[in-house]
């Protein structure tokens, strides 16, 4: 890769990059938490909750120490919930292994739960001054328009990733500034490519097709739950907690059926999911319920599902 790439993406950053909190630091603990948050999950609804995290849990000791429960309650409203199952228990590893300390080294990185090669090269080299590449989605995707390659796989990209960090000169700015112009000019809907800094470099500029580019997507499949509502003035409402596994894994819910086909009433909230269509009909009950469960007078405590949320405020709007 040349220099004059290199440099005119490095100015281009130092004059355009957005200001986020997570990059006014080289704390491996922010910087582990925001990454992970980061994953499927937009900028925007992550900046919303970053600096609430920390304010309940502000240190590893404490995230280690704390619930399944309470982490799953902040996590609430950022979706993909297996991701804060396993900062937890990486957290719970971090303080049994590492005395409380981020590792530095890479493989203790990537030996920790729910943690990649991507993250792992992000948290290495913004932390610990590694040459450690990227490999996120929007770097993948400035790699294939650069080099004239839309359907490279993983195993293409990782060399050119790593040759780009080579002759960045500037390790974690590099990957930033890769990060940010996939995130802000070369992105998947639309490719920028006037206002790109490296357009004089890149075997795909003014020519790119964004219709070749997208992949076959995993089908979304129907599914339909009944929800049973059991409400009582004085105790507030019946949850049951979900299983460890399957959707809306460990979080708190009206106990829910899964009817075999449609019925022949609207649903009263349809909720989607990345491979999941979620049509909910709520049952009132008037019995006591059964099975394990609490009655919770709020909802303050409980990690609800976002599609829950959105049924009992639509339902308590009827």
Known sequence: MSFARCKALLDWYGLNA?????????APYAIWISEIMLQQTQVKTVLVRYADWFERFPSIEALAAASLDDVLKAWEGLGYYRRARF??????????????????????????????????GAIASFCFAANTPVLDANVKRVLRRWHGMPEAADNVLWPL???????????????????????TLCTAKSANCGDCPVNVYCDSAFRVEIAKESRKKTAVRDVHWQVHLHRDRCKGIWLSQRPVSGIWAGLWTPPITEL??????????????????LHLYVQHQTKQPSGAGIWVSSLEKHALPTGIHRLLALVSHK
């Open 18 to 26: 957005r200001r986020l909190p997570w990059r006014d630091t080289d």
């Open 87 to 120: 900062i937890h228990q990486a957290a719970g590893l971090i303080v049994e292994q590492h005395r409380g300390i981020f590792p530095s080294n890479f493989d203790a990185i990537m030996a920790l739960p729910g943690i990649g090669l991507s993250t792992a």
């Open 260 to 277: 075999a086909q449609a019925p022949a009433c609207q649903p009263d909230h349809i909720h989607l999911l990345t491979h999941r269509r």
């Open 161 to 183: 990733a790593q040759q780009a960090i080579d002759s960045s000169a500037a390790i974690a700015i590099w990957n930033q500034s890769m990060m940010e112009l996939g995130a």
